[in-house]
């Protein structure tokens, strides 16, 4: 009896353990009309950084980082984005991935909008050795980006312009230097790094230091409910790291998309350091019950002394 029990216990494990396997033995089938579906979200500089944000989040843990196939050991291993396998799908076939899932790979369908799995394709996308315009990040055909090497060693200045896209309330700072006829050019491969000011220190934002693309664009999502001062007020910062910190070029931004801070009175609230007429309930009545106990003892004993008195009389 105890084997037919053990053997009914281990079917449906093994069915489901041969079922999975089976599954992520055999090719991922992708049905034609899913492979041709284009990418209907616009490369940017900002997509192409909340889809590494997103990434970092949701995929990293299993894929690893792109480039250094250091994915988990699974059966089968998690492709590395960067490779040519993973390249050579479509962005249509890669969306519908996320959205199934299959085996160990996770469905994103309820998990990820779909508006945030096209920018984890743009920046996917961005690890392929060859990329189509569709797939480039907005970058004009007569505009040349000088490198932060070529900058330093040749002494160009470097200014850093700040500001936020509503939409998606992107912190995007621009670095622009002077070109070889005197006109502005993007800094590309510039480190930025974030900050909130705070009252003991700048609050860093995003994860680590951001580098200038070609078009010396280097972008970070501002977090939801960042506390501001009572307005909403935020003050952010953006530094470019320029020869090791020693010539560092920044730019400061007033904006109001934080949560209002509420001031709160601590000395009109119920408190032991509030006024007396605010004093915490508890007190209020053991200070009375209190008082009532010592005057009614002392009562007490005064009726009972006069009491005695008269008896003696």
Same mark, same amino acid.
């Not at 494990?13 to 041709?36: C, E, I």
């Not at 996320?98 to 984890?120: L, N, Y």
């Given at each position: 009896?105890?084997?037919?029990?053990?053997?009914?216990?281990?079917?449906?494990?093994?069915?489901?353990?041969?079922?999975?396997?089976?599954?992520?033995?055999?090719?991922?089938?992708?049905?034609?009309?899913?492979?041709?579906?284009?990418?209907?979200?616009?490369?940017?500089?900002?997509?192409?950084?909340?889809?590494?944000?997103?990434?970092?989040?949701?995929?990293?843990?299993?894929?690893?980082?792109?480039?250094?196939?250091?994915?988990?050991?699974?059966?089968?291993?998690?492709?590395?984005?960067?490779?040519?396998?993973?390249?050579?799908?479509?962005?249509?076939?890669?969306?519908?991935?996320?959205?199934?899932?299959?085996?160990?790979?996770?469905?994103?369908?309820?998990?990820?909008?779909?508006?945030?799995?096209?920018?984890?394709?743009?920046?996917?996308? =961005?690890?392929?050795? #060859?990329?189509?315009?569709? %797939?480039? @990040?907005?970058?004009?055909? !007569? +505009? /040349?980006?000088?490198?932060?090497?070529?900058?330093?060693?040749?002494?160009?200045?470097?200014?850093?312009?700040?500001?936020?896209?509503?939409?998606?309330?992107?912190?995007?700072?621009?670095?622009?230097?002077?070109?070889?006829?005197?006109?502005?050019?993007?800094?590309?491969?510039?480190?930025?790094?974030?900050?909130?000011?705070?009252?003991?220190?700048?609050?860093?934002?995003?994860?680590?230091?951001?580098?200038?693309?070609?078009?010396?664009?280097?972008?970070?999502?501002?977090?939801?409910?960042?506390?501001?001062?009572?307005?909403?007020?935020? =003050?952010?910062?953006? #530094?470019?790291?320029?020869? %090791?910190? @020693?010539?560092?070029?920044? !730019? +400061? /931004?007033?904006?109001?998309?934080?949560?209002?801070?509420?001031?709160?009175?601590?000395?009109?609230?119920?408190?032991?350091?509030?006024?007396?007429?605010?004093?915490?309930?508890?007190?209020?009545?053991?200070?009375?019950?209190?008082?009532?106990?010592?005057?009614?003892?002392?009562?007490?004993?005064?009726?009972?002394?006069?009491?005695?008195?008269?008896?003696?009389?």
């Amino acid at each position: 009896m105890k084997t037919i029990f053990q053997l009914f216990v281990a079917l449906p494990l093994l069915w489901t353990a041969s079922h999975v396997m089976g599954q992520t033995t055999t090719p991922w089938q992708v049905p034609a009309a899913k492979k041709t579906v284009k990418n209907p979200v616009a490369a940017s500089a900002a997509v192409v950084e909340k889809g590494k944000s997103l990434y970092n989040t949701h995929c990293k843990s299993c894929h690893g980082d792109p480039g250094k196939n250091n994915g988990l050991p699974l059966q089968p291993k998690p492709t590395d984005p960067a490779s040519a396998q993973y390249q050579a799908q479509t962005d249509g076939e890669m969306f519908y991935k996320m959205m199934t899932g299959r085996g160990a790979m996770p469905k994103f369908a309820d998990v990820i909008s779909e508006t945030d799995k096209w920018s984890i394709i743009h920046y996917v996308r =961005t690890f392929g050795k #060859k990329k189509s315009s569709a %797939d480039a @990040i907005e970058v004009e055909a !007569d +505009t /040349l980006a000088m490198p932060a090497s070529t900058l330093l060693q040749a002494g160009v200045p470097i200014q850093l312009n700040l500001h936020i896209r509503e939409r998606d309330t992107m912190l995007i700072a621009t670095l622009t230097t002077v070109g070889a006829s005197g006109e502005p050019v993007p800094a590309a491969g510039v480190e930025v790094a974030f900050f909130v000011k705070r009252y003991f220190g700048d609050l860093p934002l995003g994860e680590g230091v951001q580098r200038t693309d070609v078009n010396g664009w280097a972008a970070v999502e501002l977090p939801v409910n960042l506390p501001g001062d009572t307005a909403g007020m935020l =003050t952010l910062i953006a #530094k470019a790291i320029i020869n %090791d910190g @020693i010539d560092n070029v920044s !730019d +400061t /931004l007033q904006a109001a998309f934080g949560k209002p801070l509420v001031m709160r009175n601590i000395t009109e609230e119920r408190s032991l350091w509030g006024r007396a007429r605010v004093a915490p309930l508890y007190i209020i009545i053991t200070f009375f019950g209190a008082l009532l106990i010592v005057w009614g003892t002392m009562g007490y004993v005064v009726m009972n002394v006069l009491k005695i008195n008269r008896q003696e009389a």
